[in-house]
């Protein structure tokens, strides 16, 4: 039956390896919000960029 | 043969909504000027793929001005939002409601692309909140919030929420659910041995599991179950016994009596029931707090009432500003029975401050130039400039107007109720949890522990307590709504009991705005401005119409300013006497045309002119009045009779009439009504009826700018929602029946669980998950059933 010490020990083991896991994704902030990165991971990174230059002008005029 | 109507609606490419008054830019529909700037600003810097995600993905934006964020920039107020603050580098989290969609995100991603200033952003959906890096030195959080703003996606701006730091204490919750889950499940692995019955086989094994399920389990009565510990030690601490008490009298009961089994060898004990109970406790927690934050997130936005000053601004106008948008340095104006709104300093040469609602002492307090004068004093006489020096915050005055010196004698009812009932309960609950003890030791010892465990869980009546706050809480968030502010749950109660409705004229059944006014006599140039400047210091609504009539500038010192109420105001100028008010008042004899109001001018005791002022009555008052039937009472009113006949018409000939009424007349109306055994509710402006305000059960003040608070008042009523206000009585008193059944509801749970569970049919774990269900469907029926008849109420009135 020493098997079975063993074989609960290792089962312990790695419940409490998945736990520390899940407290650290926790701590990280990964279940903060499931929803927005599903969607981020979908846009375009190319969007046309207009010269940084021009975007301030226009914001100073805007003033 | 019929007729095809064939109605081709235009939706506004920007927020979807049909357009009444088309604006056409680059062969695209807006609705209003608003959504037509916000895609000008994308088009300019093509952004214009947000329209391209979700069809119509923006909401109704009105125009705004850019200065409406600028308190921001103060550095007291900055430091309380921003997360992060460096010269070149800050972080800020912004609330914005308006989040709904994949665009949403999208735009607001990127917004480093509108101004080189923002260097990142990041959406979280969940919450509706964006995550703002940005770099001070070139675009400041105000003009932050004013970009965000011009895009559509205004934030809220809510200083006390931003200090309660939510997202950390909910992820404690989570940790000690991890913890309590994660111990459950080994721990019913570990008792598997006991569940098929082979301890006889390997009886050092099951010893072994049985202390490793004590070990398991330490964590979770001191870490997962801490706060039912500390609340049951905290109410102990101040002698009063609390509904946390049964239940960490039950964890501790089942977790010591199984540590005791175990040390003794004389049992398995019961520690998987102790860990699915702490696990399931916590997911009703959790679940319950999450039904909570969607069921009560705007309650204190909504059930707030908009106060506005008079500030000078940069073109030397006085204009209304929304009190907390008020700054250090700015110049607001208060005139007679105002309240000073934050802490200022004085600029004219002297007042007289009354502080009896923050202090309580009656005589008022001469300030001089430059003293400082505080927030929550009235000004008696003179209007004052001020410099502001501390900004303030809406949650201030709100609990000024819950100060004590407003307190109605009347205190809530179902308060005392639930108080009691809680502290009895508990009792009641220990005792019936001692008396199944006894019963099931002398029948059935074995299960005797899981019994009271059961027991304590599942009396617990957190269902009571919470009806009576939300049934309230959802009545106060739908009047506010409608534009009735009141001043907190109890008005509620006390508005369903009322059965007598008294009205003031002026500024209630008629109009606050837009009278027509004629000046009759000889006043000159110089005269009528000094009118226009003693006009401006009252608050009355003849004063202020007689104050916007006359179109000249007025300068110039005055003396010995005194306001008499139901008369009118006296003052010195350049030696002369000035009384402006009633015809009694000023010496005028002649007869008039009785269908107006008049306010007279007279100087050194001659009158010289009179203005004639014919206030509109609010449009479908009639309805209103018919619709409260019988309630109506009487109409009281300072003014002369001159308008009895259109009175009589509107309020029929079963409700009195009371013309040349003074405050007092009002007040002792009130009381005389009251002691009849009527309850009262006084609806008037607020400022030559405060005292009558006061005396009644309930005493609204109408207003049209929102700019007049009277502490004195239960509630602040919009007057444009006036007609509505015989459905606002009717719903209030739907919210005591709701209440009740809520009631009903919360003791039918507790009864037949209790009953099952004394009998010993119900197990600890399914007594965790009921009360929670309990307590959410409690909350859920007085929440939608308040909303349910809320809509069906206001439904047909416009």
């Known amino acids: ?63 | 043969m019929t007729r095809t109507d064939v109605v081709a609606e235009t939706t506004c490419f920007h927020c979807g909504a049909s357009c009444e008054e088309i604006h056409w830019r680059d062969d695209k529909p807006f609705c209003c000027k608003g959504c037509e700037t916000v895609y000008e600003i994308l088009d300019s810097n093509n952004l214009c793929e947000y329209y391209n995600l979700n069809l119509t993905p923006g909401t109704k934006t009105p125009a705004i001005t850019d200065t409406s964020y600028a308190y921001l920039d103060e550095p007291e107020i900055s430091a309380k939002l921003l997360s992060f603050n460096s010269p070149s580098f800050a972080s800020a989290d912004f609330f914005i409601p308006s989040v709904h969609c994949v665009s949403c995100i999208w735009l607001l991603e990127n917004l480093s692309k509108l101004h080189t200033g923002v260097v990142d952003s990041k959406v979280n959906f969940a919450n509706k909140t964006v995550h703002i890096d940005f770099n001070p030195t070139r675009i400041s959080l105000g003009t932050v919030a004013g970009l965000l703003a011009s895009v559509g996606y205004a934030p809220r701006i809510t200083l006390e929420h931003e200090k309660k730091e939510k997202p950390r204490t909910d992820r404690s919750l989570i940790l000690k659910l991890a913890i309590a889950g994660f111990a459950f499940g080994n721990v019913m692995l570990f008792s598997f041995p006991e569940y098929l019955g082979i301890d006889q086989a390997d009886h050092t094994l099951t010893r072994i599991f049985a202390w490793l399920n004590v070990a398991l389990s330490v964590p979770v009565l001191f870490y997962s179950g801490i706060d039912y510990l500390r609340a049951a030690v905290r109410s102990f601490q101040q002698k009063q016994i609390n509904i946390d008490v049964p239940i960490a009298a039950g964890l501790l009961a089942l977790f010591f009596r199984s540590t005791y089994d175990i040390a003794t060898a004389t049992g398995p004990g019961y520690l998987d029931s102790f860990t699915g109970l702490v696990f399931f406790l916590l997911i009703g927690r959790w679940f319950q707090s999450k039904t909570y934050e969607s069921l009560a997130f705007d309650r204190d936005f909504t059930s707030y009432f908009p106060l506005a000053v008079n500030r000078l601004s940069e073109d030397g106008e006085w204009k209304p500003v929304v009190i907390y948008h008020l700054k250090k340095g700015d110049t607001i104006r208060i005139r007679n029975l105002e309240l000073i709104p934050a802490d200022s300093i004085l600029l004219d040469a002297s007042a007289y401050i009354d502080y009896s609602f923050v202090t309580g002492e009656a005589k008022p307090v001469k300030a001089k130039s430059g003293d400082k004068v505080f927030a929550g004093g009235r000004l008696i006489g003179t209007a004052v400039s001020l410099a502001v020096e501390k900004s303030t915050s809406q949650s201030q005055l709100t609990s000024l107007w819950n100060s004590d010196a407003f307190k109605k004698v009347n205190e809530s009812k179902y308060k005392k109720i639930i108080d009691r009932a809680a502290r009895n309960f508990t009792w009641v609950v220990l005792g019936i949890a001692a008396l199944t003890a006894v019963y099931w030791y002398v029948t059935e010892p074995a299960s005797m522990w899981l019994v009271i465990t059961s027991v304590l869980m599942v009396a617990c009546p957190c269902a009571l307590a919470l009806a009576a706050p939300f049934t309230l809480g959802s009545v106060l968030r739908e009047l506010g709504k409608r534009q009735l502010y009141l001043k907190n749950a109890d008005v509620v109660e006390r508005m369903g009991t009322i059965d007598a409705v008294v009205f003031d004229k002026t500024g209630t059944v008629t109009h606050g705005q837009d009278p027509e006014v004629e000046l009759m006599g000889e006043l000159d140039e110089s005269e009528l401005a000094k009118v226009k400047l003693l006009t401006g210091f009252s608050t009355h609504p003849l004063s202020k119409f007689v104050h916007e009539f006359i179109r000249k500038s007025a300068t110039g010192s005055v003396d010995d300013f005194r306001e008499l109420p139901g008369k009118g105001i006296q003052a010195h100028m350049q030696g002369k006497v000035y009384k402006i008010g009633s015809a009694a008042f000023t010496g005028f004899h002649e007869k008039l045309d009785q269908s107006a109001s008049y306010v007279f001018v007279s100087i050194d005791d001659e009158v010289k002119g009179y203005f004639m002022i014919r206030t509109m009555i609010r449009r479908n008052i009639a309805d209103m009045i018919q619709r409260l039937g019988n309630k109506c009472k009487a109409l009281l009113s300072g003014d002369h009779e001159t308008e009895k006949q259109p009175m009589t018409y509107i309020f029929g000939s079963n409700t009195t009439l009371l013309f040349n009424q003074s405050p007092h007349d009002k007040l002792a109306y009130i009381h005389n009504l009251q002691a009849k055994g009527n309850t009262v509710m006084m609806v008037g402006d607020g400022l030559n009826d405060a005292g009558a305000l006061k005396q009644a059960d309930v005493g609204i003040a109408v207003t049209d700018d929102t700019g007049v608070f009277t502490p004195a008042c239960d509630g602040i009523l919009h007057g444009s929602e006036i007609t509505k206000l015989d459905k606002m009585l009717e719903l209030t008193r739907a919210s005591s029946t709701i209440l009740k059944s809520g009631f009903a509801i919360s003791f039918f749970y507790n009864a037949i669980a209790l009953s099952f569970a004394v009998s010993g049919h119900l197990t600890p774990l399914v007594a965790a998950i009921l009360m929670p269900i309990s307590s959410i469907s409690v909350v859920s029926f007085s929440t939608l059933a308040v909303k349910f008849v809320a809509n069906r109420k206001f439904k047909d009135i416009t």
């Open chain 1, 1 to 63: 039956m020493s098997i079975i010490a063993l074989l609960i020990s290792i089962s312990l083991t790695i419940a409490l390896i998945f736990l520390g896991v899940f407290l650290w994704s926790m701590k990280s902030g990964q279940y903060d919000d499931t929803y927005t990165p599903s969607v981020r991971m979908l846009f375009d990174n190319d969007v046309k960029r207009p010269d940084e230059k021009e975007t301030a002008v226009k914001a100073e005029l805007k003033k």
